[in-house]
């Protein structure tokens, strides 16, 4: 199984899991939304990034002699694309005024990413491993890695080893000046709330 494949779907049972959680906000206190809507929204921008700049263009390589699954790929990208300023938003405002979360749209977004997230793993992630060689996905995991630390300060004065980016690139945190969306495997079960 693809590195990237068995990450992207662990990635995906773990946002499921925040946004789970926070369809049942009433059961938190201020301060445990808040924290819980910040690792949402820095794993969901870790996820993005990962999809965005490592999953796709190697997709969009691997098929371009084929416009049918180009397309249905392209497809998937824009539908998630879509739903980014709103779960944005919703992020936002959360993290801002956590006493105004409200859980339906917590479970909404549940209900949009569960659907975006197994459509992603029923068709791209097959693909990915049959049609994407593992030097090629290795070699953009290391052009992925190399961003992330161009993005970070090192950590205490010191340049930290590729193996320690590589376990900090879904968990670090977001940058202040990041955005959530930069402008133009075996399938992970997902619990319902």
Known sequence: MSTLVALCAEQHRVILQFLARLSRASELDLEQR?????RLRQRL????????????????TALAADPQLSSQVNGLEQQLRD????????????EREPQQLDPSAALHFYRQL?????????????????????????????????????SAPSSAGRRLNLEEWERQAVT??????????PPPGSTASMATP
């Open 172 to 181: 670090r945190p977001v940058l202040p000046r990041e955005r959530l969306w």
């Open 83 to 94: 739903q980014i300023p709103e779960l944005t938003r919703f992020l936002h405002q959360a």
């Open 114 to 150: 569960r659907a975006q997230f197994e459509q992603e793993e029923k068709l791209l992630h097959p693909l990915f491993a049959q049609r994407v060689s593992p030097a090629a996905e290795q070699q953009q995991l290391r052009l992925f890695r190399k961003r992330l630390q161009a």
């Open 34 to 38: 808040r924290l819980w809507v910040q």
């Open 45 to 60: 921008s870790r996820h993005i990034q990962l999809e965005r700049h490592v999953l796709y263009p190697l997709l969009r």
